[in-house]
Every structure is written in structure tokens, then in C-alpha cells.
């Protein structure tokens, strides 16, 4: 590749010009992190198929690589005078996360459901948002069980589930009548 303009000019060049001064992973990483606090730039990067499933890819392969870490048993080590107070706080933060995720997902049900008025979809689309509205449950069950009892741990039917790796045909079509019982558990 390589940038050839000492002063680039055009659109193009200054992509260029990004891309060589961006080689390396770090200061690529740290650059599209940067970008992407900008609303207007996360708002046409969203709006990229490719790189919205590479960042959604991504964000998978963070969590899961969480789940394995945090499943790992740690070694004993004196603990740190402020430990306690660390882990209130990231508790805090995790309530406050998952609170914000139930309210995004509510906002956003709210604001593109009525955008669906007379719009009849095609059954290979219903068959997506039923197999998405089975995740959605599955997890508010998840959540709801975690939330009572402090268990968090989940059977690797409802890890599959939840990546998008399994589907359940009876609990899709279940998803998809209007006036049907949501219940994830039953699915499985």
C-alpha cells in the first residue's frame, strides 16, 4: 500500500495516508476506538454490514473469552486493602449495565414496533425475528433466574442459544402467534 502524497488532498489519500500511519494493530485499535466516540462516525460505521458483524464477532469472542476466564480458579494471593471496595463497585456497574441493556432493548422495541404498521414480513424474516425473540427470552429468563437466586451459571443449550447457535423450531413458531405465553424454559 503506502501513501505516496506528502500532503494528501483528497478523500482518498487521506484514507491512504490513515492506513500507513495505522499499520500496526495498536495504533489501529487505539485510532478506530478513538473514531468511534465521534456519534456521526459510530452512527455510519454501524450502518456498514461487514464491519458491524465483525464488531458484533468480536464482542462475542470477548464475553466468552470473560466467561472462560472467570471460570478459571485464581491463585491465592493476599488481597488488596481496597479489593472490597473494587468489587462493590464493578457490582454497581454491572447492575448498572444490565439495567441499561433491559432499557435499550425496551426504547428500541418501542420506537421500531409501530414502524411495522401494515408491513406484512416474509416468512423467512418472521423465522428470524421468532429465532431472535427465542434468545431474547431465554436471556430475560436467564436474567430473572440469576436476579432470585445468585446463580449465573447456564446448561450449554442456553449458551448455544444465546450465541445463535441453536435453534428451536417449536418455541420459534411459539414466538411467532400473537397472544402466545413467552417462556423460554419450556424451549429446552
Known amino acids: 500500500m503506502g501513501c505516496q502524497v506528502d500532503t494528501p488532498v483528497s ?4 484514507v491512504e495516508a490513515i492506513h500507513d ?13 478513538d473514531f468511534l466516540r465521534r456519534p456521526g462516525v459510530a452512527f455510519r460505521a454501524a450502518g456498514d454490514r461487514t464491519a458491524r458483524h465483525l464488531f458484533n464477532k468480536a464482542q462475542s469472542d470477548r464475553w466468552r473469552q470473560a ?8 491463585a491465592p494471593q493476599e488481597e488488596s486493602p481496597v479489593a472490597p471496595a473494587i468489587r462493590a463497585i464493578d457490582r454497581t ?18 420506537r421500531l414496533v409501530p414502524l411495522m404498521r401494515d408491513r406484512t414480513l416474509a416468512s423467512d424474516a418472521q423465522e428470524i425475528i421468532g429465532q431472535n425473540l427465542a434468545r431474547v427470552r ?3 429468563d436467564w436474567v430473572e433466574h440469576a436476579v432470585s437466586t445468585g446463580e449465573t451459571d447456564m446448561d450449554e443449550e442456553l449458551a448455544k ?3 445463535g447457535e441453536w435453534r428451536c423450531p417449536a418455541h420459534t413458531a411459539r414466538a ?4 402466545s405465553t413467552p417462556g423460554a424454559s419450556a424451549a429446552f
Not at 432499557?103 to 418501542?110: E, Y
Not at 411467532?176 to 397472544?179: A, D, I, V
Open 11 to 14: 478523500v482518498q489519500e487521506k
Open 21 to 33: 500511519l495505522a499499520a500496526d494493530e495498536q495504533v489501529a485499535a487505539r485510532v478506530a476506538t
Open 67 to 74: 466467561e472462560e476466564a472467570a471460570a478459571e480458579p485464581l
Open 93 to 110: 456497574l454491572e447492575f448498572l449495565d444490565l439495567v441499561g441493556a433491559c432499557h435499550k432493548f425496551v426504547a428500541s422495541t418501542n
Open 138 to 140: 431465554a436471556a430475560c
Open 161 to 163: 442459544l444465546l450465541r
Open 176 to 179: 411467532m402467534r400473537p397472544g
